[in-house]
C-alpha cells in the first residue's frame, strides 16, 4: 500500500536561508513523487514532480527536490527562502503498479519570517 | 491553456438540504477527474475519482454522490447533508495516462459550511 509521511507539522526559516521541507514515502513499485503548494482558501498549486531520471528536480519558484531512493525519501529545497513561499505545502505518491489513486501527504506549513 | 472553474467559492447550508457543487476544465479533453475533501487546511481526502463520462469510483463510503454528465464536467452531490459534511472541496482534473505520472491541478474550492 502507498503511503506519504511529513514529519514536520511547520517549519519556521528565517528570509534568505536555505528550506527544507521533508517526506518520506512507501510504494510498491517505482515512486512517481509530486510537490504541491496551497495558499489560504486557494487550491493546490503543483510545483514540481519526480517520474524518473536525474534525483534532483527543478521545480516553480525556484524550488528543487532530492529524491533519494534508498531513503525512501523527496524532500522539497529552495536555497534561498522569500516570506512570500509562507503556505502549506503537500507531498504526495503514486505508483506504477496501476490504478488511480495519488496519495497526498498531511501537509507543512512552512512560515518565512522577515 | 488549460483551466478549471469550481462555483460556487462558498455555501451556508442547514442540516439536511441537498448539495450540489459544480466543477468544469476547459481547454482540454478527456481528462482525469477528481473530488477531495479537505478539512481544517490539512490533508486531503479523496472522495470520487472519474476517468470517463459516466464512469465515477467512490474511495470513501458515506451520503455524498459524484456525476460526470459531460467529459470535462464533474459534479458531487448529496440528497442529504450532515454536520460532518463541513469541509472545503476540492476538485482536480489530470492529463488521461496509462499511469499516474501526471500531476493534478485543482481549483480554487468550495467551502462548505453546514449549520
Known amino acids: 500500500a502507498q503511503s506519504v509521511a511529513q514529519p514536520e507539522d511547520q517549519v519556521n526559516v528565517a528570509e534568505g536561508n536555505p528550506l527544507t521541507v521533508k517526506c518520506t514515502y512507501s510504494?510498491?513499485?517505482?515512486?512517481?513523487l509530486f510537490w504541491y503548494v496551497q495558499y489560504p482558501n486557494r487550491g493546490l498549486q503543483f510545483l514540481l514532480k519526480y517520474i524518473t531520471g536525474d534525483n534532483l528536480v527543478k521545480g516553480s519558484y525556484g524550488f528543487e527536490a532530492e529524491f533519494n531512493k534508498s531513503q525512501t525519501s523527496f524532500h522539497l529545497k529552495k536555497p534561498s527562502a522569500l516570506v512570500s513561499d509562507s503556505a502549506l505545502y503537500f507531498c504526495a505518491v503514486s505508483d506504477d503498479t496501476g490504478g488511480f489513486k495519488t496519495i497526498f501527504g498531511a501537509g507543512t506549513r512552512l512560515f518565512v519570517k522577515a | 491553456s488549460q483551466t478549471i472553474h469550481q462555483w460556487p467559492a462558498t455555501l451556508v447550508q442547514p442540516v439536511g438540504s441537498p448539495l450540489s457543487l459544480e466543477c468544469t476544465v476547459e481547454?482540454?479533453?478527456?481528462?482525469?477527474l477528481y473530488w477531495y475533501r479537505q478539512a481544517a487546511g490539512r490533508g486531503l481526502q479523496l472522495l470520487f475519482y472519474?476517468?470517463?463520462?459516466?464512469?465515477i469510483s467512490s474511495e470513501v463510503p458515506q451520503n455524498l454522490s459524484a456525476s460526470r454528465p459531460q467529459d470535462r464536467q464533474f459534479i458531487l452531490s448529496s440528497k442529504k447533508l450532515l454536520l460532518s459534511d463541513s469541509g472545503f472541496y476540492l476538485c482536480?482534473?489530470?492529463?488521461?495516462?496509462?499511469?499516474?505520472?501526471?500531476?493534478?491541478?485543482f481549483g480554487d474550492g468550495t467551502r462548505l459550511s453546514i449549520l
Open positions: 510504494v510498491s513499485g517505482n515512486p512517481y
Open positions: 482536480a482534473w489530470s492529463v488521461r495516462s496509462a499511469s499516474l505520472n501526471q500531476p493534478q491541478h
Open positions: 481547454g482540454t479533453s478527456n481528462p482525469n
Open positions: 472519474s476517468v470517463g463520462i459516466g464512469q
